[in-house]
C-alpha cells in the first residue's frame, strides 16, 4: 500500500514540474529509442535472411569435390616443402553416378532428393532490337521438384526432357515481357536466340515462369538479368562436360538431423577418396551458414546496441541530478514527515520510488519512440519491421533499474536528514 501511495505522490509531483520532467525523461527517452530502434533494424534483417535462406532451403546439404589441403613436409627451421602443387580437380577425381546411387541405397530414409545444376552460361536474348539479360542453368528433376516455381504459362521441366536432353527452357516473366509482350500463352512454343560467347542457341520456350527479385537488386526491369532453366543433360551437352559431379545438394527428409548426416555423408563418399591423394569430399550446410550469418548479425546488433546505451548513462546522470534539486527543494517537507514518525527507510522508499517513476516513463515513451523509428527505417530498407520483444522487455527492466541505481544515492541522502535541521531550512 505504501508503494501505490508512493507513486501517486510521485506521479503528482511530475505534473507539477512538467517541463522539468521532460527535460529529465529526455536523456533516457533518447538512449532506450536508440537501443529500441537499432535491435528492430537488427531483428528485422534477421527474420528476413532466415526466411529467404530457409525458402533456399536451409536444411539442404552441399556435397563437393574439393583439393586436400597439403601442408607438405617441414624441417628443422620450420621451411615447408611440397604445399602448392597439388594438381588441379580432374574428371577422374568427379564424384561418380555409382558413388550417388550407393548413397541413396544407404540413406534413402534421409533423402528427399537430389538437386544437381550445371551454369551453360551468362547472355542475351535476343529478338530483332528487343533484348533481355539471362543466366542459362541446367538443372536435374530433383531441382526443379524443390525449388517449387510459380508457372503463369506453359509447363516445368519433365523427366523426359531430362533423358532426351531437348533444348526447351523454362523462361521468366521478365524476359517474356521485353521480347514477346505480355501475353505469356502466346511466348510458349515460340523460340528465343540466346547469345553466349558469340555464338547463338536456340531454345523453344516450354513454360514461363514468376520472376522474384532478389534484396538489395536495384536494377531496372530492362537491365535485370533472369535464369532460363534447362534440362541438366543439355547443358552437359553444351558445356561439353565429362560424365561425373564435382557438386551436387541432398535435400533432407523434414526429421533428418543435418549435423549428424553431414558427418555420416562425408565420411561414406570418402571411402571413395580413400586412394586419392589430391582430392576428398566437404559437405556443407545452409543451415550452418544461416546460424553463423545470424549470430553475427546479433552480435553486430547488441554491440552497436551497447554503444547506443551509453545515453542512458548519462540520462541515468541527469535523474540523479533532479532528484539531488528536488530533495533540496522539498528539505522542510521531508523534515515535517520525520517530525511526524515517518522513518529513515519510508523517505528512502519515496524518493526511489519517484527516481523509478521517471525511469520508467522515459522507457515507456523511448520504447514507442523506438519502435516508431524502427519501423520506418526497416521499411525504408525493404524489410518488414519485427520489434524485438527481447529488448522491450529488457528495456523496461533497465529503465527500472536505472531508476533504483541513480536514486539511491538522493534518496539515501533524503532519508539521514535531521529533521531539526531540515525543519529549520529557508
Request: proline share 1%; charged share 20%; glycine share 10%.
Amino acid at each position: 500500500m505504501l508503494i501505490v501511495e508512493n507513486i501517486l505522490l510521485a506521479l503528482t509531483g511530475l505534473r507539477s514540474n512538467k517541463m522539468r520532467t521532460l527535460l529529465t525523461m529526455l536523456g533516457i527517452i533518447i538512449g532506450i529509442a536508440s537501443v529500441i530502434s537499432i535491435m528492430t533494424v537488427g531483428n528485422s534483417l534477421n527474420t528476413s535472411i532466415v526466411t529467404s535462406m530457409q525458402e533456399m532451403g536451409a536444411k539442404n546439404l552441399t556435397v563437393g569435390v574439393k583439393q586436400k589441403s597439403n601442408s607438405g613436409e617441414s624441417n628443422a627451421n620450420g621451411m615447408n616443402f611440397g604445399a602448392g602443387f597439388r594438381r588441379s580437380i580432374s574428371p577422374e577425381d568427379y564424384i561418380t553416378d555409382e558413388m550417388i546411387d550407393e548413397l541413396k541405397k544407404s540413406y534413402g530414409e534421409q533423402i528427399q532428393t537430389i538437386s544437381f545444376s550445371e551454369s551453360a552460361g551468362d547472355g542475351t536474348a535476343q529478338s530483332g532490337s528487343a533484348y533481355a539479360n539471362v543466366t542459362i542453368s541446367g538443372v536435374n528433376q530433383g531441382y526443379v521438384e524443390t525449388n517449387e516455381q510459380t508457372i503463369l504459362a506453359g509447363r516445368n521441366l519433365l523427366q523426359i526432357d531430362q533423358e532426351k536432353g531437348k533444348n526447351v527452357a523454362v523462361v521468366s516473366d521478365k524476359l517474356v515481357e521485353s521480347i514477346f509482350g505480355e501475353n505469356y500463352k502466346e511466348a510458349v512454343g515460340n523460340t528465343v536466340d540466346v547469345k553466349i560467347d558469340n555464338k547463338y542457341i536456340t531454345y523453344t520456350i516450354i513454360g514461363v515462369y514468376q520472376y522474384t527479385s532478389e534484396d538489395f537488386d536495384s536494377s531496372s526491369d530492362e537491365d535485370i538479368t533472369t535464369e532460363i532453366y534447362i534440362p541438366y543433360e543439355t547443358a552437359k551437352k553444351q558445356n561439353h562436360s565429362e560424365e561425373g559431379y564435382t557438386q551436387f545438394t541432398i535435400v533432407t527428409t523434414t526429421d533428418t538431423d543435418n549435423e549428424t548426416f553431414m558427418q555420416e555423408v562425408k565420411t561414406f563418399l570418402n571411402h571413395y577418396y580413400s586412394n586419392n591423394e589430391s582430392c576428398e569430399i566437404s559437405v556443407t550446410s545452409m543451415e550452418e551458414m544461416l546460424t553463423t550469418m545470424t549470430d553475427m548479425l546479433s552480435t553486430i546488433s547488441i554491440a552497436i546496441s551497447i554503444i547506443a546505451g551509453i545515453s542512458l548513462l548519462v540520462g541515468g546522470i541527469g535523474v540523479m541530478n533532479i532528484m539531488l534539486v528536488s530533495i533540496t527543494e522539498r528539505t522542510r517537507e521531508i523534515g515535517t514527515r520525520k517530525a511526524l514518525g515517518a522513518t529513515n527507510g519510508s523517505i528512502r522508499l519515496q524518493f526511489i520510488v519517484e527516481s523509478i517513476v521517471i525511469c520508467v516513463i522515459g522507457g515507456m515513451l523511448g520504447i514507442l519512440l523506438g519502435i516508431g523509428i524502427g519501423s520506418v527505417a526497416s521499411d525504408m530498407l525493404g524489410y518488414s519491421a519485427a520489434p524485438s520483444v527481447a529488448g522491450i522487455l529488457f528495456s523496461v527492466g533497465f529503465s527500472a533499474f536505472i531508476g533504483v541505481f541513480f536514486g539511491y544515492y538522493p534518496a539515501n541522502k533524503a532519508a539521514k536528514l535531521n529533521p531539526i535541521d531540515a525543519l529549520r531550512y529557508e
